[in-house]
């Protein structure tokens, strides 16, 4: 199976977590976090870019678990129904913690938080099996223009404010000026048609994230 990761082309260490605090891992668990599809991977990091833009400086990296490798999941429906939100990072570390703490397990699948239908895979680089993980390939990340000029646009400041009113991951703001925004809920494909009335700018990046909402 191929896993991706985009990430600053100066990361030289690809299969060494950082130790930071994350969702699925308490301050201190190396791991990295690895998406099912490049358009995820994308998505994830739109997230942490508002504001700043991909450029020229992203690479995607393409990872591959061998079949063998047993791999964990956290499924969905055993979850609380406020997992996604960010103050329910303790609950979603937990989880993940006593997976991480396991000495046999390399991997462990979990739901986006952004689109839970989707899956993220979470690889543990302290694990003695992590030779068995491979970089197959790696290529320069470059996003249709019109993403990076969202993305440029955005207003991290007021962004960041609404985030904590809301205190939901599940919706993304994107300010298309300092006097208008839209809500994106991402978990939802109906959306679409209410989305294209609101904004145009918003509209092409639900496009360029998630084409085949429109292919009907």
């Given at each position: 199976m191929i896993v991706y990761r985009i990430v600053h082309r100066m990361v030289k260490e690809l299969l060494t977590g950082s130790g930071r605090d994350s969702?699925?891992?308490?301050?201190?668990?190396?791991?990295?976090?690895?998406?099912?599809?490049?358009?995820l991977a994308c998505?994830?990091?739109?997230?942490?870019?508002s504001g700043?833009?991909?450029?020229?400086?992203?690479?995607?990296?393409?990872?591959?678990?061998?079949?063998?490798?047993k791999i964990e999941e956290v499924p969905i429906k055993e979850l609380d129904e406020n997992w996604r939100l960010r103050s329910s990072y303790s609950y979603c570390q937990a989880?993940?913690?006593?997976?991480?703490?396991?000495?046999?397990?390399?991997?462990?699948?979990?739901?986006?938080?952004?689109?839970?239908?989707?899956?993220?895979?979470?690889i543990k680089t302290t694990s003695p099996g992590i030779g068995r993980i491979k970089i197959k390939d790696s290529k320069p990340f470059i996003p249709d223009e019109r993403l990076e000029n969202i993305l440029r646009s955005v207003d991290i400041k007021k962004l960041k404010k609404l985030v904590r009113e809301k205190d939901s991951i599940?919706?993304?703001?994107f300010f298309i000026?300092?006097?208008?925004?839209?809500?994106?809920?991402?978990?939802?494909?109906?959306?679409?048609?209410?989305?294209?009335?609101?904004?145009?700018?918003?509209?092409s990046i639900w496009r360029l994230i998630w084409p085949t909402a429109f292919s009907n």
């Amino acid at each position: 199976m191929i896993v991706y990761r985009i990430v600053h082309r100066m990361v030289k260490e690809l299969l060494t977590g950082s130790g930071r605090d994350s969702r699925w891992c308490s301050s201190g668990g190396k791991v990295i976090y690895t998406s099912s599809s490049v358009a995820l991977a994308c998505l994830e990091n739109v997230l942490r870019r508002s504001g700043a833009g991909f450029a020229s400086d992203f690479q995607t990296i393409f990872y591959e678990i061998p079949d063998k490798i047993k791999i964990e999941e956290v499924p969905i429906k055993e979850l609380d129904e406020n997992w996604r939100l960010r103050s329910s990072y303790s609950y979603c570390q937990a989880i993940g913690n006593i997976w991480y703490n396991k000495k046999d397990s390399l991997v462990l699948k979990v739901p986006s938080a952004i689109i839970p239908d989707e899956f993220n895979f979470v690889i543990k680089t302290t694990s003695p099996g992590i030779g068995r993980i491979k970089i197959k390939d790696s290529k320069p990340f470059i996003p249709d223009e019109r993403l990076e000029n969202i993305l440029r646009s955005v207003d991290i400041k007021k962004l960041k404010k609404l985030v904590r009113e809301k205190d939901s991951i599940s919706n993304i703001y994107f300010f298309i000026s300092s006097n208008s925004f839209c809500i994106l809920n991402i978990s939802s494909r109906n959306l679409a048609a209410s989305i294209k009335s609101r904004s145009r700018a918003a509209f092409s990046i639900w496009r360029l994230i998630w084409p085949t909402a429109f292919s009907n």
